[in-house]
């Protein structure tokens, strides 16, 4: 199992922008579908965006053209941009793929005024 270390959490305003990132200690880049999910408290954790491994993205709803997600497979990096946070944009972030079982700790978005 790969462990993943997010981080690029925060207090932000709403209407701000914050800049995930994700790494592991081993190569990730045989995982073709990488995806951000979060959870916020009293709900299940849920995705809010994905990537492939030819780099096409699919977002939920709520965040598309809001947030971009990308990954740079030679960094072993994957990132989640968000913008013009909301509120109900407060959860913890993970990021993940549906091919691995571990989890890591997340981190922390707040929106707040």
């Known amino acids: 199992q790969v462990h993943f270390v997010e981080s690029g959490g925060g207090l932000v305003q709403p209407g701000g922008s914050l800049r995930l990132s994700c790494t592991a200690s081993e190569d990730f880049s045989r995982f073709y579908l990488m995806a951000w999910y979060r959870q916020s408290p009293g709900k299940e954790r849920d995705s809010v965006a994905a990537i492939s491994g030819d780099g096409t993205p699919s977002y939920k709803d709520s965040v598309w053209g809001r947030f971009t997600i990308s990954r740079d497979s030679g960094e072993n990096m994957v990132y989640l941009q968000m913008n013009d946070l909301k509120p109900e944009g407060t959860a913890v972030y993970y990021c993940?793929?549906?091919?691995?079982?571990?989890w890591g700790q997340g981190t922390q978005v707040t929106v707040s005024s």
């Open positions: 993940n793929s549906p091919e691995n079982n571990a």
